[in-house]
């Protein structure tokens, strides 16, 4: 039983990384205003570069930086629409989505149903010995460690600095932030590459660390998980990181318990991400303060600054 | 009035020039739709590597047209009329998703025949064909008694259908007959074809918990073969040999051969006697057989083994012959008793030594 408790605690920092890492590249997009839909498709195409160029070149370090370079490009395609022509942002986003999701069925092609070894987790010394904590907390991957850190430096990038605050005013209300002075298309961009940038590194971990191999379809709607966790957290990094990990730990939790033989209807089990998922959106939707508190007033808004 | 006249005419020639076409010889059209995208083991690729025995057998005789990544749905009713209408005899289909399709076109093309693997609809021109795939686990549940150290094996497996439920408790039943001191085996089941993820998370919790051979039946990846070597446990597959994925901990596979079946349906369209039959096949035919057995196991073990699939193909061994129990400590194969083809395909048990209850 301490052996699938354990499992699940540390399983669930694995399981919640690309989660993580492609909520928090949402929520400083949509902090700034826009509603980039397109996470599944920008994490799908990461997925299937790295994958691709790390099995061909063995250079994981490599895979990553051109999944990121992918995802970028791909997110690039999706701030011309919008940033530029202002575009629909829902629309924009969802046919970068599904564009990503084909450029990754293309490049997966000639990879489909490859595997591969995943590089060793880090084990720091003293630490990865102490019991329990050492067990849970300190076998991850070095990306895991990455994902928690990047959430706690959003956090403290949006609420304790200057440019966090002129990224938030962007968000609430960008004629006000245009006549302050602040280049409001600029900064939009920076975060949609900054959001690109997190959903390629979620994508890369995805097919070369968390599962190191290629199906197509490997990323499996955990794009858009990751965009119902920003509200799930009400766009504050913390509680998406939270929101990460629990969902990380019910996406495992079902099949540790099954394992243990411990008879639970399974199909409750598979549910219970998703059930979890409403029940809190309906609950954080009731408090209409806390939407209206942290939910960016001009979101999925375009913007044209006049001359 | 002229024209109710005409059609039966135009009729009669245009089936004039038919079967003038086929004393001409004209290759038999034959085409394969495989739902997925093809990789280099699973359901896909053996789909797929049918082809190859088709065309060595039958050489210039036939056209084998492949299509891929063709999923249920409207994609798959437009590629399959195409296919019809490009003149295609035999259609060969790889998904039980594309059964309704597949029905509805048979019924409004009499001339084409229809193979459908995993379905359970017949038409006089519309065959079925499942495995026997049990047979095969049977025998890799043998190996998987002789590896384990630990007394624990651990299953990864897709959805608890009939079929599913066959081939597990083949497999223990495998593993038992070699291996009295067996613990209960754990099994995960995925509740999904397909999802990579999660097929490595639970080779890794069944792993956590002792199980030092896992078998992935039918997740529709080999991450939990990779797995399993990457954390030093034996391997068991399903479908294709996976020894790739795990060159050193790659303990056995059962290996399907559709093509074996394909090409026994080509072969009756050609002599015309094509029957819409249920071809159930396995080690006898030739559609399965144990694969990529690893080199741990000691020559008697593999003797054993193969003399097991030997007794399969002369049909002296059956796995579910009685008395078996079932896990919940009743009796679900009565002594001297063999389940039939229905039976087998109807399960709804699992053997005594599964660690896992059925829901409803």
Redesign the interface.
């Known amino acids: 039983m301490m052996?699938?408790i354990?499992?699940v605690l540390a399983?669930a920092f694995a399981?919640a990384t690309p989660l993580l890492l492609a909520a928090i590249g949402e929520a400083v997009v949509e902090k700034t205003g826009v509603m980039n839909l397109s996470v599944e498709g920008m994490m799908a195409f990461a997925a299937a570069v790295a994958f691709a160029v790390t099995y061909q070149t063995g250079n994981i370090v490599l895979g990553f930086g051109l999944a990121v370079g992918a995802s970028v490009a791909l997110s690039l395609v999706f701030s011309v629409l919008v940033l530029a022509f202002s575009a629909n942002q829902i629309v924009s986003g969802l046919a970068v989505g599904i564009l990503g999701l084909g450029l990754s069925?293309l490049v997966?092609?000639n990879f489909?149903?490859?595997?591969?070894?995943?590089p060793a987790n880090l084990s720091p010394p003293v630490l990865s010995e102490l019991p329990l904590v050492g067990l849970i907390l300190f076998q991850q991957n070095a990306i895991t460690y990455l994902a928690f850190a990047v959430a706690f430096l959003t956090w403290w990038f949006l609420a304790r600095t200057r440019h966090g605050r002129i990224t938030k005013v962007v968000g609430e209300d960008p004629a006000i932030a245009h006549n302050l002075g602040f280049a409001v298309i600029r900064i939009r961009l920076f975060a949609i590459i900054f959001g690109a940038t997190m959903s390629g590194l979620g994508g890369a971990y995805?097919s070369t660390i968390?599962?190191?191999?290629w199906?197509?379809?490997?990323i499996?709607g955990r794009g858009w998980i990751a965009v119902a966790l920003v509200v799930f957290g009400t766009w504050r990094p913390l509680r998406i990181a939270f929101g990460a990990y629990l969902f990380g730990a019910l996406?495992?939790g079902d099949?540790?318990v099954?394992?243990?033989?411990f008879?639970v209807?399974?199909?409750i089990m598979?549910s219970l991400p998703y059930v979890m998922t409403i029940v809190v959106l309906a609950a954080v939707s009731r408090n209409a303060l806390l939407i209206r508190l942290n939910a960016p007033v001009s979101l999925g808004q375009n913007f044209r600054p006049s001359k | 009035m002229f024209q109710i006249i005409r059609a039966p005419l135009l009729g009669a020639v245009l089936s004039m020039s038919w079967s003038g076409a086929l004393f001409a010889q004209e290759p038999l059209d034959v085409a394969i739709v495989a739902p997925n995208a093809i990789g280099d083991v699973g359901w896909d690729h053996e789909v797929v590597r049918g082809k190859e025995v088709l065309e060595e057998r039958f050489g210039e005789k036939i056209n084998v047209t492949v299509i891929d990544s063709v999923g249920e749905g409207p994609n798959a009713t437009r590629v399959m009329n195409r296919l019809v209408a490009n003149g295609t005899d035999v259609l060969i289909l790889g998904s039980f998703g594309h059964m309704s399709d597949g029905l509805a076109l048979a019924k409004r093309s009499p001339e084409l025949k229809v193979l459908h693997i995993g379905g359970y609809q017949n038409l006089p021109n519309f065959a079925t064909f499942t495995t026997r795939h049990y047979q095969a686990s049977y025998l890799c549940g043998m190996a998987a008694g002789y590896a384990t150290k630990n007394q624990q094996l651990g299953v990864v497996a897709a959805f608890p259908l009939p079929e599913v439920l066959g081939i597990l408790n083949a497999y223990v039943l495998g593993a038992q007959s070699v291996n009295p001191d067996l613990k209960p085996v754990k099994v995960v089941w995925l509740n999904a074809w397909y999802d990579p993820p999660r097929d490595r998370s639970s080779a890794e919790s069944l792993i956590s918990q002792g199980a030092d051979v896992i078998y992935s039946l039918f997740p529709g990846t080999p991450s939990a073969v990779a797995t399993a070597e990457e954390k030093g446990v034996y391997a068991v597959t399903t479908l294709s040999d996976n020894s790739a994925h795990a060159p050193t901990k790659h303990l056995c596979a059962g290996q399907a051969n559709f093509g074996v079946v394909y090409a026994d349906v080509v072969q009756s369209v050609i002599d015309g006697t094509f029957e819409g039959k249920d071809i159930f096949a396995g080690v006898a035919e030739g559609a399965m057989e144990v694969a990529g057995l690893s080199k741990d196991l000691t020559e008697e073990q593999r003797a054993a083994i193969l003399a097991k699939q030997d007794a399969m193909r002369d049909g002296s061994f059956d796995p579910f012959t009685g008395p078996v129990m079932n896990n919940n400590g009743s009796e679900a194969i009565a002594s001297g008793k063999t389940l039939n083809s229905s039976e087998i395909k109807s399960m709804d048990f699992l053997v005594e030594g599964i660690d896992s209850r059925l829901q409803n």
């Open positions: 052996d699938t354990i499992f399983g399981t069925s997966g092609r489909e149903n490859l595997t591969m070894m995943a995805a968390l599962t190191p191999g199906s197509d379809g490997l499996a996406l495992l099949l540790a099954q394992a243990t033989g008879s209807p399974p199909q598979t």
